[in-house]
Nanobody, 122 residues
Framework: QVQLMESGGGSVQAGGSLRLSCVAS?????MGWFRQAPGKEREGLAT????????FYVDSVKGRFAISRDNAKNTVYLQMNSLKPEDTAMYYC??????????????????WGQGTQVTVSS
């Protein structure tokens, strides 16, 4: 499995922005971001495939978060804007080796980073 390492988490006030990065040990088709808040289940946020314009978002972050990737660097990013206190969670990078049309399916992700904490204060 590919190894993943996130960075870029931190503390920010509501309305602020953060950019998360995730470096993979090798190229992999599907990459995504998930989060888990205390006492809640992990939820998928966004995915991206190598195909241009292939980002997918859940409604709760659509318009505020943007996923992108640099294939030359095996890196995926999550730009988070207009952050809210309810965005506070541990954020995880994830990956799966699958055909590009399967990338939006959060259920198939099987490689995970260690997580990076995001805390948004009101």
């Amino acid at each position: 499995q590919v190894q993943l390492m996130e960075s870029g988490g931190g503390s920010v006030q509501a309305g602020g922005s953060l950019r998360l990065s995730c470096v993979a040990s090798g190229y992999i088709n599907c990459m995504g971001w998930f989060r888990q808040a205390p006492g809640k289940e992990r939820e998928g946020l966004a995915t991206i495939s190598p195909v241009a314009g292939s980002a997918f978002y859940v409604d709760s972050v659509k318009g505020r978060f943007a996923i992108s990737r640099d294939n030359a660097k095996n890196t995926v990013y999550l730009q988070m804007n207009s952050l809210k206190p309810e965005d506070t969670a541990m954020y995880y990078c994830a990956a799966r080796s699958a055909s590009y049309w399967l990338c939006p399916d959060f259920r198939g992700y099987n490689s995970w980073g260690q997580g990076t904490q995001v805390t948004v204060s009101s």
